[in-house]
């Protein structure tokens, strides 16, 4: 497949293939959109144990790309008057708990779909299968703790938009893969676009995959907790059906086939920051759903998804109506999407914001770091090692342990003011760890990793 863009011939299939044997990653798909036509491309396998090729039919995890999806469901009842983002969550769901009194009376709307809540979000259980899913997560998270005051700090929060699901189907009165399939899937005219797991046997769908090259197989669980479905947990999609979501908020809230989705006001409302991002992180600021890029000037929009070890991007360019969507199964797909994106972007001349790399000649003081920095679902403990920082990482929710074991020791490399680079082994992209909040003594009290907060035990 040979896609011609703004004069340039890129070949997407081979590149593709190319890639995904460079990092490692078992299948992949591809959608992007420019000069008005979209392009797809699917490569490698979606099942080691079956075999199964990756077409651009198969469907993939979307994984928190769930994530500005339910907030355009949201912003929907926003236009009709139904919803207001800077109104108590309890208006809306007056049984609304987490550990904390005050935060339970002062968590808003816009405070979950800008992830400044404050409540420690991961929060994956499956309560039951039936509809009453979403409303049996939300009453099971009444102890969750907070990591900072409601509209005071950042902290991805999953656990917010289950919250923000369980607010649809009160103000709907259907239950959550209804309102997807009508208010969403529908309009875009995406029937692959889906939430239920059951509707995984009538097509072909990825599996996520752990291990090394010569280690891969297939994880044991293809879904997390059925109940975290509007943050991501169950949706999956082709990679057209990223392209078709970006197009029409592109379309200031109006699709390709002329279906009025959102008024352009929500759709721009959605990319007004709202929320600051840890410095040096590949996103500046959250918006509503959204997370917002400064690539060299250039203003993109998107979000990034991970689940159970596939991932998915979506990246949008408005200024050149470019969008780029990116699914895998396996592998180091962070690697898979930096060399793929900054070489579609490139044709529409913008480069993608550079790695973070380590500053040699940065000298630090192993002290006032060494610790144990930890959530209700993490523990993150800073060594030291002939001078130099290493992070060990676990989860103690038994699931995801035993699903992804201990991640570490491994190399923190300074490379900024109290930013370090987590040298994680077999990907080119390390993630990123800040340390905030030193005390009298210098000593740091709290650790973004991940984009969640921890403090200190």
Request: proline share 5%.
């Amino acid at each position: 497949m040979t896609t011609t863009t703004y004069g340039l011939s890129w070949e997407l299939e081979e590149k593709l293939k190319a890639a995904i044997a460079k990092y490692r990653v078992p299948g992949a798909s591809l959608a992007v959109y420019a000069g008005e036509t979209l392009h797809e491309a699917a490569a490698g396998i979606l099942n080691i144990e079956t075999g199964v090729e990756a077409t651009t039919q198969s469907l993939f995890h979307v994984a928190s790309n769930t994530k500005p999806m339910t907030t355009t469901l949201a912003m929907q009842l926003v236009d009709e008057g139904r919803l207001e983002l800077d109104a108590p969550v309890r208006r809306y769901l007056p049984e609304f708990r987490v550990a904390s009194r005050e935060a339970s009376e002062r968590i808003t709307v816009r405070q979950l779909l800008c992830h400044a809540s404050g409540i420690d979000g991961d929060f994956f259980i499956e309560t039951t299968r039936g509809e009453d899913r979403v409303a049996k997560l939300v009453e099971a998270g009444r102890d969750l703790p907070q990591l900072h005051e409601p509209g005071r700090g950042f902290s991805y929060c999953n656990h917010g938009f289950g919250v923000v699901g369980r607010i649809l189907e009160v103000l709907e009165g259907s239950d959550f893969d209804a309102i997807w399939a009508k208010c969403l899937a529908g309009p875009l005219k995406t029937p692959t676009l889906l939430t239920l797991t059951r509707e995984a046997l009538r097509y072909r769908v990825a599996a996520g995959h752990m291990g090394g090259k010569d280690g891969l197989r297939v994880v044991p669980q293809l879904f997390l907790g059925t109940s975290n479905g509007p943050a991501g947990s169950t949706p999956m999609a082709r990679a057209r059906d990223l392209v078709s979501f970006a197009l029409m908020h592109l379309g200031d809230g109006v699709t390709r086939e002329g279906v009025r989705m959102l008024s352009a006001g929500s759709v721009h409302a959605m990319r007004e920051p709202q929320n600051d991002l840890p410095a040096g992180h590949a996103a500046r600021h959250f918006g509503l759903g959204w997370m917002l890029f400064d690539w060299g000037g250039h203003r993109l929009f998107g979000h990034d998804g991970l689940s159970i070890f596939q991932r998915s991007y979506l990246r949008i360019l408005p200024e050149k109506r470019m969008a780029f969507a990116l699914f895998a199964n396996g592998g180091d797909g962070a690697g898979l999407f930096r060399e793929l994106a900054t070489e579609f972007f490139e044709l529409g001349g913008v480069t993608m914001k550079p790695i973070v790399e380590a500053k040699p000649g940065i000298r630090i003081d192993p002290p006032r770091y060494v610790g144990t920095y930890g959530r209700r679902s993490t523990e993150n403990m800073i060594g030291e090692e002939k001078g130099a920082l290493t992070m060990t990482s676990v989860w103690t929710d038994a699931w995801a342990r035993d699903l992804y074991g201990v991640q570490g020791p491994y190399p923190l490399e300074p490379a900024g003011d109290e930013i370090f680079a987590w040298r994680v082994p077999g990907v080119v992209e390390p993630p990123l760890a800040n340390f905030l909040n030193p005390d009298a003594s210098g000593t740091f009290q709290s650790l973004h990793a991940g984009t969640r907060l921890n403090h200190r035990r």
